[in-house]
């Protein structure tokens, strides 16, 4: 019911910042909280990122607070996830998620509903 399609991941140096997009299809693309996960090969999925229904209320995973912003437009059924003073750590395949809930915590992967299909995004030391 909603397909998430992932954009802008790429090869950058240290310090240096990135954009990713997520364009979601459906007409209920307000009524999910929204969240980016990232994952390394040989590691489970883990929480970056979250903002709530409205994009009033955001929360962060305590490794990119300060340095990513996540932000949803909802006339345009698009997620942001701008990341800034990139660390070589940052690494990894970043993906778009909804989820039912905003919650301040950290999400779990089994509370997602919907997944993109990844975006890789490099960062050079």
């Known amino acids: 019911q909603v397909q998430l399609v992932e954009s802008g991941g790429g090869l950058v140096q240290a310090g240096g910042s990135l954009r990713l997009s997520c364009a979601a299809s459906g007409r209920t693309f307000s009524s999910y909280a929204m969240a980016w996960f990232r994952q390394t090969p040989g590691k489970e999925r883990e929480f970056a990122a979250a903002?709530?229904?409205?994009?009033?209320?955001?929360y962060y995973v305590d490794s990119v607070k300060g340095r990513f912003t996540i932000s949803r437009d909802n006339a345009k059924n698009t997620v942001y996830l701008q990341m800034n003073s990139l660390k070589p750590e940052d690494t990894a395949v970043y993906y778009c998620?909804?989820?039912?809930?905003?919650?301040?915590?950290?999400?779990?992967?089994?509370?997602?509903?919907?997944w993109g299909q990844g975006t890789q995004v490099t960062v050079s030391s």
């Open positions: 998620a909804a989820a039912p809930t905003y919650y301040r915590h950290n999400y779990k992967p089994n509370e997602i509903h919907y």
């Open positions: 903002v709530s229904e409205s994009g009033a209320r955001t």
